[in-house]
């Protein structure tokens, strides 16, 4: 065992402290990973304060992971020592379902093993995530991240990008297209870059003009007012896509209004009840449909980390100290940030 420094919370209403705990020294598929970039995610402050349920303590966040390899065993072959190396939301699964066999370890019929807040598969040990100084995890689910790449931005892209990713390939979008873009975050501005990198037009909706600009910046071709019902009606039945970013529970029928016969809305933020109903009607005139999507298999995070290197794609960050996470939880709560932190986990040394 390696005793590995971090920081963790300790209660849902306590603050994160230093923390210190063990790590497993790596098996034969595995690869360790000295830290240098954490992401914090949205979903970093809902499992601390247990907003959930299910939380388990001492909790060590972070599933947006990038760094140096520092060991590999015996059996690795897709990474040596001294490459750099991004972990993303899980660290292992059961490999055996049929989910697992396609690639789409997210879905594992069994359960994914969850980069923090879970237990190691076969184990009573937990799961300790990148606030911390080194990670081990099985060479299946780590990616391989170009040296080219701006690593600091490159930690986001392991949760919010591959989040958003994800579904703008699966439903196919491409040129020719117009894609909606609804919430302007974390999750929203990846998928503005994606869908125009992906050659779609890109409407970015919003519930406020104060972010035209800024959505602008970011690749979308026009900014639409969710709150404005004349430019919403003008807009009705013309999207082939939308990517629903919105992480809290929010009126659906509005935007369904929008969607071209047979075109999708798919939900990738907000994970509680849906409220107001959906009616249906929404669905039945224009045979539409209402889908959600987790994260990427490994393959299809693989494949997202090379699609933004070619495409020269990272998030916009504020880097902050690991001193600072707990006013950057804050900060996230007032959405005062564009558009992820990312923790330098060198400050970890101080």
């Keep these: 065992m390696t005793t590995v420094r971090g920081y963790a919370a300790h209660t849902p209403t306590s603050p994160l402290v230093p923390f210190t705990f063990e790590r497993r020294e790596p098996g ?18 809902h499992q601390t304060r ?12 972070g599933h947006e992971i990038v760094g140096r390899v520092t060991r590999v065993g015996a059996k690795v072959t ?70 080219s790449m701006d690593l600091k931005a490159v930690a986001p892209l392991l949760c919010a990008g591959i989040t958003t990713y994800s579904p703008l390939r ?31 037009h890109v409407v970015m909706i919003t519930t406020s003009m104060s972010k035209a600009a800024d959505a602008q910046r970011l690749g979308a071709d ?35 209004a929008l969607l071209k016969r047979e075109a999708s809305m798919v939900l990738v933020g907000v994970l509680t009840d849906l409220d107001p109903p959906l ?20 393959a299809e995070t693989q494949e997202m980390i090379d699609f933004c290197a070619e495409h020269n794609i990272v998030s916009d960050i504020e880097m902050v100290r690991i001193d600072q996470v707990n006013e950057a939880y ?14 330098d986990m060198a400050s970890l040394a101080a």
């Design 279 to 298: 009616k249906g009607v929404s669905f039945m005139f224009g045979r539409k449909k209402l889908s959600g999507s987790a994260i990427g298999g490994m």
């Design 50 to 61: 247990d907003d959930w349920g299910g939380a388990l303590f001492p909790m060590v966040p």
């Design 78 to 147: 897709k990474l040596k020592v001294g490459d750099f190396a991004g972990v993303g939301c899980m660290v292992d699964s059961c490999r055996e379902c049929a989910s697992c066999k396609e690639s789409l370890e997210q879905y594992c019929e069994q359960g994914a093993t969850w980069t923090y807040n879970a237990k190691e598969r076969g184990s009573d040990q937990l799961t300790f995530g990148g606030y911390s100084e080194t990670i081990v995890t099985p060479e299946r689910f780590v990616v391989s991240i170009p040296a």
């Design 222 to 256: 026009e900014v639409l007012l969710s709150t404005d019902r004349a430019a919403m009606a003008s807009h009705a039945g013309s999207f082939d896509f939308l990517l629903n970013t919105v992480p809290v529970s929010h009126d659906l029928n509005p935007y369904m």
């Design 330 to 343: 804050e900060r996230l709560i007032k959405n005062d940030v564009k558009y992820r932190f990312v923790i």
């Design 170 to 200: 699966h439903w196919n979008v491409g040129p020719g297209q117009k894609v909606g873009v609804i919430g302007l975050g974390g999750l929203g501005h990846m998928g503005v870059k994606f869908a125009k990198a992906l050659g779609a």
């Design 28 to 45: 034969d598929d595995d690869v360790e990973i000295q830290i240098l970039f954490s992401g914090i995610c949205h979903s970093d402050l």
